[in-house]
Every structure is written in C-alpha cells, then in structure tokens.
C-alpha cells in the first residue's frame, strides 16, 4: 500500500492559542476565501475590471478593488480591531477602541493585472494598538507583531509572518480551509537574479543604475556570473517568487513626477512586506534605510522598496552611500563613476 500523504494543520489549527492575532488572521483568511471565488469567476460575478472613481493613495479604483475593501473591512469589524486603514479609505476607521490590535490593508493589491491572469493579492500588517488608537499607525514597521499576504493566482495561498517565521499555506478548496505546506521558509542567499522595470532606466537615481549595469555585465564583468532578470509586476507574486527562489526586487524613487519619494504605501505595503522578508532571512530597504525602521508621517506615504536577500540588498545599499541622492536622465559621467568592482 502507498503512505498515505502527512496530514498537514490549518490555519486554524496553526493558530490555536494566537488569541486576538489569530482572530485577525483568521477573519482576513475567511474573507480571502470568498474573494478568491469572486476573483476566479470575474465576470461570471459580473467583474467588469471597469475603472470607477480614484482612491486616497491616488489610484484609480475598479470594481474588484471596491468588493475587496468591502470584503475585508466587513471581516475586521468581527475581529478584535480598534482601527483599520485600508487603501481604498483616506483616514483609518474607528472600528472598537477597546480592542487590542490595529491593522493596515491593502485589499487587492495589482488590480491592475488582473485583465492579464495574472496573480494579485491582498496585503496586511497588524501591529498593537497604542494608548492613541490613530497614533499606532504611525510607529516604525518593527511594532507589527504579525503580516501577510494572500495570493491569487494558479493556487490560493497565504504568505504568514507571525512570531518570527514565515510560513506558507494553500487553500485547500473543497475543504474551504487553507492548510500548512511549508515551514520556517528562509530565502535562498545567492541568487543570481533581480527584478525590476528596466523601461524606467534613464529616471533612475546613480546607485540603483550602477547596480543593474553590473548585473547585466554577466559572466564577463567583476561579478563573475551571469543574472536572470524577472519583472512580473505585480508586489505579492514578486514577495513570493523570491521567498521560493531568492535574488532581488528594487521599486526605487526616480526622476518622473509623483515617483521622488518611491510609489509603493509604506503601512500595507512596504511595513509588512518587509517583516516578511526579515523573517525569513532577508531584508528590505529605500537603499538608504532600513523599511522596518521608518515611521510613516501621512497614512498614505510612499517609499522606495529594495527587498530580497541581505547580501543583494546591502549591496545596493552601500551603492547609495557613494551617490548624492539626485536623479538624472542621462548618461552622464557620475553614473559610471562608481561600481561594486571598479
């Protein structure tokens, strides 16, 4: 007879004795399963994609984006949550002072992708409610005691961060519950391999060109090596390829209007993004910065995101110590003033 497959627990399983954090999580995963549904049926479900009005991080909102907040929001005000600031909401919303915990959501994060089957996802950061319900927001990424994300794509999975280790789970969908398959995930150090939108070159700041130059030297330049380069686009795909893979993903500032001070929202994307990351043995980073050590000021601040393996990203990093934090559009001789070999 063949072994029978090791029964693997469930979320719910997984967090027993997790307690408000675990109510959290759970709510957010029941909601994700209904929106997995609504995502896969699309227009079945009467998902047009169509664009509606424009959000409080300045982006235009379509209809799926509309039905994730509302998904989402209506499954935190049945957790344990004084507040939540959801993209889609210019301010966080009053849900239970009393309660213990905050949370930061990005509801369906890469929208945008989605006329192209492509996975999106839904992110979340939840941090303890301070003494000032508002003010909880606004304490560096550190504070979160636990994010994630949730990925729609071939497989529904949940990316969790939650007493330092990152764990991986999938919904099992006739069971309607999502179910443990890989353990303490730790990113893979040496890869050889980065993502970015080449396209934005010439906006670029010195360091972050210089470091792609290099890379795109291969085998024939100092690095000794040739790289692969992968740009999907889309935040939790790219989180989640490099937590199974490794290398680098940068979403730097650059010179082209709205994009100086980075794109991706510091609390629901770039805070629990990068306690993933760190957990799982890597790091996260504007280039200059450690992400978990910012504050944000606004509920809606962006900034520039380097993450992937500690090695690539402190590469990148003392790149940016040896250039004036300026953009240029062209190839001027600072660009190829300083490198990691020359």
Do not use: K
């Amino acid at each position: 007879m063949d072994d029978q497959p090791t029964l693997q627990p469930t979320l719910d399983e997984h967090l027993a004795g997790q307690a408000a954090v675990g109510a959290v999580i759970a709510s957010l995963a029941r909601a994700a399963i209904e929106l997995a549904e609504l995502i896969a049926a699309g227009p079945l479900m009467g998902i047009t994609g169509r664009a509606g009005g424009i959000n409080a991080g300045g982006d235009r909102q379509t209809d799926i984006d509309i039905a994730a907040d509302r998904l989402m929001c209506a499954a935190l005000r049945d957790a344990p949550v004084a507040a939540v600031l959801s993209e889609e909401s210019e301010l966080p919303e009053l849900l239970d002072q009393n309660a213990p915990l905050c949370v930061a959501i990005d509801p369906l994060d890469g929208s945008a992708n989605l006329d192209n089957n492509i996975s999106i996802g839904t992110i979340f950061s939840i941090r303890p409610r301070g003494r000032d319900v508002l003010s909880s927001f606004f304490e560096p990424g550190i504070a979160q005691c636990a994010a994630g994300c949730f990925i729609y794509g071939p497989q529904t999975t949940l990316v969790l961060a939650l007493d330092g280790s990152v764990d991986i789970f999938i919904l099992d969908r006739p069971a309607g519950a999502f179910v443990l398959i890989r353990r303490s995930v730790r990113i893979p150090s040496d890869t050889p391999e980065f993502a970015v939108n080449a396209s934005n070159r010439r906006h670029w700041n010195g360091a972050v060109r210089s470091y792609i130059d290099e890379c795109l030297l291969g085998a024939s330049g100092g690095r000794g090596e040739d790289f692969n380069m992968r740009w999907i686009g889309s935040l939790v795909a790219e989180t989640f390829r490099i937590l199974v893979r490794g290398g680098v993903f940068l979403y730097p500032a650059d010179a082209r209007p709205g994009y100086h001070e980075g794109r991706l929202r510091l609390l629901y994307e770039a805070h629990p993004i990068a306690l993933i990351m760190e957990w799982a043995g890597g790091t996260a980073s504007t280039g200059r910065n450690r992400i978990l050590d910012l504050s944000a000021r606004t509920p809606h601040q962006r900034v520039p995101l380097i993450m992937g393996s500690q090695r690539a990203v402190r590469e990148i990093d003392v790149l940016h110590e040896g250039f004036e934090l300026r953009f240029e559009s062209s190839d001027a001789p600072l660009f190829a003033r300083r490198g990691l070999f020359r």
